[in-house]
């Protein structure tokens, strides 16, 4: 008996693994028939760390009733090449990507695209603290097109196939992602429609700028490359302290030395519509875009959006 580990178990496990583990890798399975689920394996995939309820996929609800400390997820499609990895003769876990396609079913555009931003960025949001955690990406947003291409939905119109039109690999911290779709997002689904940057390349410097920054390169947060701009998150936590207030300044000199526009922005930015708003339109003017001011229906969204992107604010200045 084998067993089938899905859904938010299989991203923990991604998650959670070494870089060693990931930069080996598992052996992909080429065909995966007799879909089942033990009792047995499940003790056994529990002691990969994985917390109960282990969540896997069954053949049907009959199957889902009597398992125990497994949540049973009813699957009668077909698997694809590369959508389950071999643990161990026993065990299969889900591949990244189809990790993906398996959880973003019934989330919102916003939600979906948020997932996808995280494990196509070096962060996680899914360990046991108060913020996040940095660690190497999971996937491409080029991979996950690829699995929902081969499940026959790259050419759908479903939630989760279109956050994909909208995002782009990179992000290394939940708020750039959060930035970038409030900004990018087109303004039916709450967004400006502003073109979708680069995420934190590298931009090297030449020996001057060198030693002004003592560093050989930087990275930018959010890079429009042809215009030379760069939109940089300052975070109240991070970017605080009179040693990290330096960095950040000869950072900026230095970009702006390297030939480069950048504009800040901070937290009570973010929380403000109308700041971010007067964002966007800056963005529009170096970009040499015609700003639209929102529509009723589309004010609408962006308030949905925003609802959305930061659940957790007591207070967000909507108007």
């Not at 050419?155 to 990018?184: F, H, V, Y």
């Not at 429009?224 to 991070?238: A, F, K, Q, T």
Request: with cysteine; glycine share 6%; proline share 5%.
């Amino acid at each position: 008996m084998k067993v089938f580990i899905s859904h938010q178990s299989a991203y923990a496990y991604w998650d959670q693994a070494s870089w060693f583990q990931r930069a080996l890798g598992l052996s992909r399975v080429k065909h995966v028939s007799n879909l089942e689920c033990g009792k047995d394996a499940i003790d056994i995939a529990l002691k990969f760390g994985l917390d109960a309820p282990l969540h896997v996929l069954v053949p049907n609800a009959n199957q889902r009733r009597t398992l125990k400390h497994a949540q049973g997820h009813v699957w009668s499609g077909e698997f694809q090449y590369g959508d389950m990895c071999t643990v161990d003769n026993s065990i299969l876990i889900a591949s990244p990507e189809f990790t993906f396609y398996l959880i973003s079913k019934g989330m919102t555009l916003s939600e979906s695209a948020l997932l996808a931003l995280e494990m196509c960025g070096g962060f996680s949001t899914h360990w046991p603290n108060d913020g996040y955690v940095k660690r190497p990406p999971l996937t491409t947003v080029e991979k996950l097109r690829t699995c929902f291409a081969k499940h026959r939905e790259g050419r759908t119109r479903s939630q989760s196939t279109l956050a994909l039109n909208w995002i782009t690999d990179g992000s290394m911290s939940p708020m750039e992602s959060k930035l970038l779709l409030a900004l990018c997002l087109p303004p039916r689904y709450g967004g400006f429609g502003i073109p979708l940057p680069t995420m934190n390349p590298e931009i090297n410097y030449n020996d001057i700028v060198s030693s002004m920054t003592h560093t050989s390169f930087s990275e930018g947060d959010l890079v429009w490359e042809d215009s030379h701009l760069i939109v940089e998150y300052n975070s109240n936590e991070r970017h605080t302290g009179g040693a990290r207030i330096a960095q950040d300044a000869r950072r900026a000199n230095g970009l702006k030395y390297a030939g480069y526009n950048v504009i800040t922005v901070t937290t009570n930015q973010m929380k403000s519509l109308e700041d971010i708003t007067v964002l966007a339109r800056q963005i529009s003017r170096f970009l040499g875009k015609r700003f639209k001011p929102k529509t009723p229906a589309q004010h609408k969204a962006q308030l949905s959006l925003y609802k959305t992107l930061f659940p957790w604010w007591d207070y967000v200045d909507f108007y």
